[in-house]
Structures are given as C-alpha cells and as structure tokens.
C-alpha cells in the first residue's frame, strides 16, 4: 500500500490542522492507520492509532483531548484533527499502515510509511 500525507503548514499556538492520509494500492479496511511524528533533533514518536474498523482509537497522553485520529473507508483515508495546537507539537507528520488487527503503538509494528508532512506551530 501506498501512503501520502497532506495538511500540514504553519499555524499559531491555540490554532487547529487537519491531516490528511490517503492509502492506495491495497484492500484500506486491511490496514490499522497510525500517525507519528519526528521533530527537529528527536526519535520518531508514535501520536494517535485506529483499528481496522474505524471504531477502536488509542492516543499518545501528549495529544490526547487535543487531537482526534478518524478513518473513511469510502475515501481510503485516515485523518488527524488537530485542535489546540502547541510549540511542542512542530515535527513532521508521518502516516503509517500495517495489517494488524491490533492497536499498537511502536514504530516497530508498521510496515508502510507515508512521506511525511511538516506542522510547524509559532508561539
């Protein structure tokens, strides 16, 4: 499967994104869906994951009540609503796919990467 992430940009503090995950290439209810996100300096840091069905979510304590992860099996599409946006959320954005029927949470498990989209918040 292939993945590209769209949405990302510059916005103040208390500002909100949407990013966008389109999948193709492969069945899109096969996939658990994940963000993470790598800022400047740092390790790739997992942010927001759903199942495969869309009904079952798991957040980084970081975002949590900030952002919202959701899933469109119509448009083979995975989204991060992000509200409330902090300095400390900059970092590029990375989606992610794996066929798992889990939630989980490490880098390690996802096997398809999209190329990244940058989220850059000022103070």
């Known amino acids: 499967v292939q993945l590209q992430a769209s949405g990302g940009g510059l916005v103040q503090a208390g500002g909100s994104l949407r990013l966008s995950c389109a999948a193709s290439g492969g069945t899109f209810s096969s996939y658990a869906m994940a963000w993470f996100r790598q800022a400047p300096g740092k390790g790739r840091e997992f942010v927001a994951t759903i199942n495969r069905s869309g009904d079952s979510t798991y957040y980084a304590d970081s975002v949590k009540g900030r952002f919202t992860i959701s899933s469109d099996n119509a448009k083979n599409t995975v989204y991060l609503q992000m509200n409330s946006l902090k300095p400390e959320d900059t970092a590029v954005y990375y989606c992610?796919?794996?066929?798992?029927?889990?939630?989980?949470?490490?880098?390690?498990?996802?096997?398809?990467w999209g190329q990244g989209t940058q989220v850059t918040v000022s103070s």
């Open positions: 992610a796919a794996d066929e798992t029927p889990y939630l989980r949470y490490g880098s390690r498990w996802y096997a398809y």
